[in-house]
């Protein structure tokens, strides 16, 4: 391991996109030795030492193997050394070998490494780049490393590099970089960045947050089984929402919860052989203890297919709960939500009903008092479906930190553009990239799946951490990401489903279980069957059917197990060869 150069650079101006930009990034090679000290080496300079340097990431190294790479991705000739903003040029040090942790020898002063780079635009600027360029960096994972200073001393090109000490229980800079961007919401994969090395500070507090919300939660507090709750009073907020405030039917304190979960509801529907599950989100901030308030949208048979049913629960409660109606609810639950003492810049993405989950999150950000800064972005077809609009709009006007842009996709002619909505279309990445300034902010995403989709994708694309991105929705991520494959199911079910059938007694079907394939649902899916399903998750039970003969295995808990004698195709996995009604 050598190193090959040292570079710096003091702050200048650069236009960017018609801004100026004070910035450091533009480093040339030092040709004599160079003092290395605590938080910099001399002559070298940082404009924004909230992002760069201090005493965790006083000195970035970068691997001279990517040169050739990032030359024959861009087209370009040979890079200087420091054209990726670097400090150390270093040869046989990659991402894949360093460990968190690992303490150096470079000429006379002992370094220690403690994380990955993560670029900001800036890196776009030095390279000639559009702004996606930084999410394209994060994605090969050759985004070089961080040094802390050990012992000051002068350092020059042409320096051996001898490694002093290693904790190969620390991860390598690679693993770092791939639970950062990929496994963030993996509670196994975050203990093991954490438990490596003299771990930065800034890290470990991030890390640790990550993993509070990757953990199970339930709810501060929350009560077992099903409650009964009374309708207090019922609003309707458009053409297709009415929203139902509900008071615990006992009279005792109710628990608080985190502003994006969600109740279930048993309803007992007239007509309907046995009771039903479903889930709506909270739609109002935890700082009402005298109530919760849930929003729902009827659904009817989609446009062009009177065929097809109505929403039966959304239906039922549209046109039959109203003030008196006793409702048995469970306690609030959910991973998708916001963590209130946070302060992070948010991004709060809806489409059509949502909006739900993303008013809780603002109307908690407002009555906290914390100053956090949010957008709140939504898309709906027209005012007559849009819900909740005079009420965020109020916010932004009594709060300088809140920003609001609505999209109407099929505006009605009694519609005003720049009163009630603020711009004709979809809500998509082009449009964010519009209204932010950079991508620097968390991302809460809720809406139907084609938009879910689009915004995850082009976030991504954008350069956002998968870590930054949180969002609402009922099936695997996988689904979301574009041209990934659905993970399989925990490997000592896959192991004990092979050479196993799955029969699907009403349709006459029959086919052999490919552990792939994640549930007996997507395995019926994948025979061209069309069971009935809602949540995806073990929640609603609208997936329930007959087990007629056979055994399973449940890949994640079920929030209630079906009456027996049925399976919730939705997370079943074969343990034999099995029977089901479908």
Known sequence: MQLLSVSASQVKEVIYQGKTVRTGIFKDPVPERVMVR????????????????GFDMAVYAYPVEHYAFWERELGREAFPHGQFGENLTVSGMSED????GDICRIGETLLQVTQPRIPCYKLAIRMEQGLDFPGRFQQTGR??????????????????????????????????????????????????VLGSRDLGDAWRVYLEKMLKKAEPVTGPAGWEG?????????????????????????????????????????????????????????????????YYRVSIKRLTPPVGRPDLPAGLASNYFADRVGPGSDLCVKSPR???????????????????????????????????????????????RNGREHAMGQHVRRLAAENENVHVHVSYSRPLPED???????SRGRVDIERLKGLLPAAAYDFY????????????????????????????FFGPVSALKEGAETAGPPEQVAVRGAGLTVRFAKSGLAADWDPSEGSILALAE?????????????????????????????????????????????????????????
């Open 38 to 53: 605590r938080l910099n080496i001399d002559g070298d300079d940082q404009a924004d030492r909230n992002v760069h340097g």
């Open 226 to 290: 099903f409650r009964t709750f009374v309708v207090d009073h019922k609003v309707r907020e458009s053409e297709t929402i009415t929203s139902f405030y509900l008071v615990p039917k006992d009279g005792e304190p109710l628990p608080g919860f985190l502003p994006g979960q969600f109740l279930t509801f048993r309803l007992l529907l007239p007509a309907h052989p046995r009771p039903i599950l479903r889930t709506y989100s909270l739609s109002d901030s935890p700082h009402h203890p005298e």
């Open 334 to 380: 959910g991973k998708f939500y916001l963590d209130p003492t946070e302060n992070t810049p948010v991004v709060l993405l809806s489409g059509g009903v949502g909006l739900t989950p993303t008013i809780s999150m603002l109307n908690a950000i407002v009555e906290s008092g914390s100053g956090r800064a949010v957008w709140f972005v939504h898309g709906t």
């Open 445 to 472: 995403l809720c809406g139907p799946p084609a938009f879910m989709k689009a915004l995850y994708n082009g976030l991504l694309e954008w350069g956002v951490p998968e870590s930054r991105i949180y969002y609402e």
């Open 97 to 100: 070998t360093v460990r968190v």
């Open 526 to 582: 994948a025979q061209g069957l069309r069971p009935d399903f809602s949540c995806r998750t073990g929640i609603c039970h609208t997936c329930s059917s007959e087990l007629i003969q056979g055994e399973v295995d449940y890949l994640t808990e079920p929030l209630d197990r079906p009456d027996p004698g049925c399976v919730l195709i939705c997370v079943a996995a074969p343990r034999t060869n099995v029977v089901v009604g479908v």
């Open 143 to 192: 985004m070089g490393f961080y040094f802390r200073v050990l012992e000051e001393g002068e350092v020059g090109a042409g320096d051996p590099i001898e490694l002093i000490e290693r904790d190969e229980r620390s991860v390598t800079i690679a693993e770092f970089i791939r639970v950062y961007l990929y496994d963030a919401h993996d509670p196994a994969s975050l203990k093991r």
């Open 416 to 422: 005003v553009e720049g009163h009630t909505y603020d």
